[in-house]
């Protein structure tokens, strides 16, 4: 129980990726809150799973591109928790498509979500953190903001955004006991990744010299890491979760 006694954030938690994280971090005696925007029912699951397990969580429903939302959200969750120390910005969604075809409004949505909602949830935890002397904050990146992607330049853009947006807030926050890392998973399996064509799918994989996509587990374990006392001395870094298909 190496968190006890600490407050956690995680945007999206309700689903995929950030469910197992916010699962793994209660689990390390974290109290955790929710974030989710749209699926209420999966994330009042994963508070009840928390709860099953004797863990304490919480819903904090929010946009992450909306910044007067999320600073409300996040005023709450400290009046509720009298603190928040560890901060994972994992919401994240995708709208595909060739450049040449691609909508202003898909770059807009995935850039607001990706990339500023984490610009939102940090500022807002800045000062509160700061005051404590101890934060942790991670950033879920993806593969693909290091490698590129045909179809996939927004998401592209806004995940290598993170890169910068976590090396610089690292500078600036790394003498108050703040650490800011990401983690850059490759392809795990979730509602993201679920509904490509299996061609896709084959394709990919024959990229991965594992040759399996990975699971959610796997990225929560380097969150755990990340969080913990273990990487105190770590920031500005990025562990990458991907079966060898980009060694950074
Ligand atoms: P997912 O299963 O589609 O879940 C997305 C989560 O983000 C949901 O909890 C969703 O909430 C939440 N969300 C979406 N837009 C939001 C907003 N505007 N405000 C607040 N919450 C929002 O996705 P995932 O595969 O777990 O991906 C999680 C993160 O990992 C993303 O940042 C993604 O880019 C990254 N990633 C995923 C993969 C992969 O292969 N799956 C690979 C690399 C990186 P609701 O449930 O309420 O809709």
């Excluded at 390390?28 to 009042?44: C, E, F, L, T, W």
Aim: glycine share 12%.
């Amino acid at each position: 129980m190496i968190l006890e006694g600490k407050t956690a954030l995680v945007t999206g938690g309700s689903r995929g990726i950030g469910r197992a994280i916010a699962l793994r971090l209660a689990g390390m005696g974290a109290r955790v809150a929710i974030n989710y925007v749209s699926k209420p029912d999966a994330a009042q699951a994963v508070v009840d799973a928390i709860g099953a397990a004797g863990g304490e969580g919480a819903l904090y429903k929010f946009d992450v591109a909306d910044s007067a939302a999320v600073n409300d959200g996040i005023t709450k969750i400290i009046e509720d928790f009298g603190r928040l120390d560890i901060l994972v910005n994992n919401a994240g969604i995708t709208r595909d498509g060739l450049l040449m075809k691609m909508k202003e409004e898909s770059w807009d949505q995935v850039l607001d979500t990706n990339l500023k909602g984490a610009f939102n949830c940090i500022k807002a935890v800045n000062r509160p953190m700061m005051k404590q002397r101890w934060g942790r904050i991670v950033n879920i990146s993806s593969v693909i903001g290091f490698l590129g992607n045909a179809g996939q330049a927004n998401y592209a853009a806004a995940k290598a955004g993170l890169t910068g947006l976590t090396r610089s807030v690292a500078r600036e926050l790394a003498s108050r006991n703040i650490t800011v890392n990401g983690v850059a998973p490759g392809y795990i399996d979730t509602d993201m990744t679920r509904d490509l064509a299996e061609e896709v799918k084959e394709k990919v994989l024959a990229e991965i010299p594992m040759r399996a996509m990975g699971s959610v587990e796997d990225v929560a374990g380097a969150v755990a890491y990340l969080v913990s006392e273990d990487a105190r001395y770590v920031t500005g870094q990025f562990i990458h979760v991907n079966g060898g298909m980009f060694m950074g």
